[in-house]
């Protein structure tokens, strides 16, 4: 039952503040308007909020109407993770491209890039970067979302993206402290376990962080992990001794401090949402996502009230609350600050040369194609297509994260670019795949497109059974390579954007030989 409140309570408007609610709808609903008046400091926008850059705009813009120094946050990564362009596939590729091409200038001017395009769109707050160190290639969740398997590889490109995006005016919120990258569970399902020791924690997942904070990361975001050499009893994002010991203290942070969406399974069905609300705020934290998947009023009342409950209760010092959302006012008061840091919509990132391609040219607009078509790594000769091409792709279940609405693969800009070709998606509940691939191919070369392969039985029998039948089909891996390149002529494309496809497809339409690993 909801509680009736002052809206000009402090506790009351405190609470609201350190909430980060998402919502249903191109437009801010009523209520949401009237949370802001009485004091939301913050809101989170997903795909479901996004149609065009013109109807976003105007919809932060609707949102700032009732407050101007909203915080307007999203969850856009690039790569496999967009939200700015959910229905049609990134144009910038995703942190293990440009970790694999290892170029920080490169990084920088890519999350500056891409910050500009927030930015344009009223947007201030980005979720990313993902800072986890990706040491267990069998990881459901992170995957190419990490700069790759190298503590300092990944430090190094965290720090880059940071003051690419932030030199944007939007700030960056480097995720998911203390590093998600060797699980083998997804949070968004359940509570996945670190067993390491400290040792093994301070050189391996704590490295990109310290890095983050050298580098002005304006906020960090917890992980919804338990790391027992921490806290055997709670998760990073409700624990004292890992958000306020580690992080705080050890580390020396100051910035805000968000929590992963209080709504995923590894917190509601363990403490449920309020409990764990207020257990976060109380270990450190400053701001609550919530609203990937509870997107309501209801959810905002119920967060809130439990919050205020606590203050009165005595489990949650006044102070501890207040002084979450005095961060939150303070990053708000910076975003607004740097608003005039933004380029003007069109104008180049970076004055320069592009980083790496010789070419005296401007990096601008296109630098997510730059980075994805140097992010591309061919095994073996490309042998020419001497006509239209048949693409089957393996398509595995997306997680949560990536979500399955954002569309992936080579098929769309190969068949632009080679007239004639087709393509069929399949799973891994289709029987005789491989033969019915090339009952479907006729005499059209197969070019088979996989995501993560060594993360999936039967995309490996899949592909054994088609080079065994087809020796010339062509492998295009999408997610992280960590099986050896397959057949004559295989793609690493180091991530599943549209730009990555795109990239794949120039490929496969040129048919220059390229010598293994260029």
Same mark, same amino acid.
């Given at each position: 039952?909801?509680t009736?409140? $002052?809206?000009?309570?402090?506790?009351?408007?405190d609470?609201?503040?350190v909430?980060?609610?998402?919502?249903t709808?191109?437009?801010?609903?009523?209520?949401?308007?009237?949370?802001?008046?009485?004091?939301?400091?913050?809101?989170?926008?997903?795909?479901?909020?996004?149609?065009?850059?013109?109807?976003?705009?105007?919809?932060t813009a609707?949102?700032?109407?009732?407050?101007?120094?909203?915080?307007?946050?999203?969850?856009?990564?690039?790569?496999d993770v967009?939200r700015?362009?959910?229905?049609?596939?990134?144009?910038?590729?995703?942190?293990?491209?440009?970790g694999?091409?290892?170029?920080?200038?490169?990084?920088? =001017?890519?999350?500056?890039?891409?910050?500009?395009?927030?930015?344009?769109?009223?947007?201030?707050?980005?979720?990313?970067?993902?800072?986890?160190?990706?040491?267990?290639?069998?990881?459901?969740?992170?995957?190419?979302?990490?700069?790759?398997?190298?503590?300092?590889?990944v430090?190094?490109h965290?720090?880059?993206?940071i003051?690419?995006?932030?030199?944007?005016?939007?700030?960056?919120?480097?995720?998911?402290?203390?590093?998600?990258?060797?699980?083998?569970?997804?949070?968004h399902?359940?509570?996945?376990?670190?067993?390491?020791?400290?040792?093994?924690l301070?050189?391996?997942?704590?490295?990109?962080?310290?890095?983050?904070?050298?580098?002005?990361?304006?906020?960090?975001?917890?992980?919804?992990?338990?790391l027992?050499?921490?806290?055997?009893?709670?998760?990073?994002?409700?624990?004292?001794?890992?958000l306020?010991?580690?992080?705080?203290?050890?580390?020396?942070?100051?910035?805000?401090?968000?929590?992963?969406?209080?709504e995923?399974?590894?917190?509601?069905?363990?403490?449920?949402?309020?409990?764990?609300?207020?257990?976060?705020?109380?270990?450190?934290?400053d701001?609550l996502?919530?609203?990937?998947?509870?997107d309501?009023?209801?959810?905002?009342?119920?967060?809130?009230?439990?919050?205020?409950?606590?203050?009165?209760?005595?489990?949650?010092?006044?102070?501890?609350?207040?002084?979450?959302?005095?961060?939150?006012?303070?990053?708000?008061?910076?975003?607004?600050?740097?608003?005039?840091?933004?380029?003007e919509?069109?104008?180049?990132?970076?004055?320069?040369?592009a980083?790496?391609?010789?070419?005296?040219?401007?990096?601008? $607009?296109?630098?997510?194609?730059?980075?994805a078509?140097?992010?591309?790594?061919?095994?073996?000769?490309?042998e020419?297509?001497?006509?239209?091409?048949?693409?089957?792709?393996?398509?595995?279940?997306?997680?949560?994260?990536?979500g399955?609405?954002?569309?992936?693969?080579?098929?769309?800009?190969?068949a632009?670019?080679?007239?004639?070709?087709?393509?069929?998606?399949?799973?891994?509940?289709?029987?005789?795949?491989? =033969?019915?691939?090339?009952?479907?191919?006729?005499?059209?070369?197969?070019v088979?497109?996989?995501?993560?392969?060594?993360?999936?039985?039967?995309?490996?029998?899949?592909?054994?059974a088609l080079?065994?039948?087809?020796a010339?089909?062509i492998?295009?891996?999408?997610?992280?390579?960590?099986?050896?390149?397959?057949g004559?002529?295989?793609?690493?494309?180091?991530?599943?954007?549209?730009?990555?496809?795109?990239?794949?497809?120039?490929?496969i339409?040129?048919?220059?030989?390229?010598?293994?690993?260029?």
């Amino acid at each position: 039952m909801t509680t009736l409140v $002052s809206t000009t309570d402090t506790v009351t408007r405190d609470a609201l503040a350190v909430l980060q609610p998402g919502f249903t709808g191109t437009t801010a609903p009523d209520w949401l308007l009237r949370r802001i008046g009485e004091g939301l400091s913050s809101v989170g926008l997903f795909g479901r909020n996004i149609e065009t850059p013109g109807q976003l705009t105007a919809l932060t813009a609707q949102l700032r109407a009732e407050r101007d120094d909203v915080l307007v946050a999203i969850d856009e990564e690039g790569g496999d993770v967009t939200r700015l362009e959910v229905r049609h596939g990134s144009s910038f590729p995703g942190n293990l491209a440009l970790g694999s091409v290892d170029d920080t200038t490169l990084t920088r =001017a890519v999350a500056q890039e891409l910050g500009r395009r927030l930015a344009d769109c009223g947007v201030n707050l980005n979720w990313a970067p993902s800072a986890d160190v990706n040491s267990n290639p069998g990881n459901p969740v992170i995957g190419v979302r990490s700069f790759g398997a190298d503590p300092q590889l990944v430090a190094r490109h965290t720090a880059a993206y940071i003051e690419g995006l932030q030199a944007a005016g939007v700030a960056a919120c480097t995720k998911h402290f203390p590093g998600h990258g060797d699980t083998a569970v997804d949070s968004h399902h359940a509570l996945p376990r670190i067993d390491v020791d400290l040792e093994t924690l301070h050189a391996r997942e704590l490295v990109p962080f310290r890095a983050a904070i050298a580098a002005g990361s304006k906020s960090v975001m917890s992980a919804h992990i338990l790391l027992p050499a921490l806290d055997p009893h709670r998760p990073a994002t409700l624990s004292p001794q890992i958000l306020t010991g580690l992080l705080r203290e050890e580390l020396g942070y100051d910035g805000l401090i968000v929590t992963d969406a209080v709504e995923m399974q590894a917190i509601a069905s363990t403490y449920g949402i309020e409990r764990g609300s207020v257990l976060a705020i109380a270990a450190g934290a400053d701001a609550l996502c919530v609203g990937g998947g509870l997107d309501d009023d209801s959810t905002v009342l119920r967060l809130r009230d439990a919050l205020v409950a606590a203050v009165r209760a005595g489990e949650l010092p006044e102070e501890r609350l207040a002084d979450a959302a005095a961060r939150v006012r303070s990053l708000a008061s910076w975003t607004q600050g740097a608003r005039g840091a933004v380029p003007e919509p069109g104008a180049a990132v970076q004055e320069g040369t592009a980083p790496g391609t010789g070419d005296s040219t401007r990096i601008s $607009s296109d630098i997510g194609l730059v980075a994805a078509r140097r992010a591309l790594v061919v095994t073996g000769p490309a042998e020419p297509l001497t006509g239209p091409a048949y693409v089957a792709a393996l398509t595995p279940v997306a997680n949560i994260a990536v979500g399955d609405e954002t569309p992936w693969g080579v098929a769309a800009e190969l068949a632009r670019l080679v007239p004639g070709t087709g393509t069929d998606t399949y799973g891994s509940e289709h029987e005789n795949l491989a =033969a019915d691939v090339l009952r479907a191919a006729g005499d059209r070369r197969v070019v088979a497109v996989v995501r993560d392969a060594h993360r999936h039985p039967w995309m490996t029998e899949a592909l054994d059974a088609l080079l065994a039948a087809r020796a010339d089909t062509i492998v295009v891996e999408m997610g992280v390579p960590q099986a050896e390149p397959r057949g004559a002529f295989h793609i690493a494309t180091h991530g599943a954007a549209r730009v990555c496809g795109l990239a794949a497809a120039e490929t496969i339409a040129s048919a220059k030989s390229s010598p293994s690993g260029d």
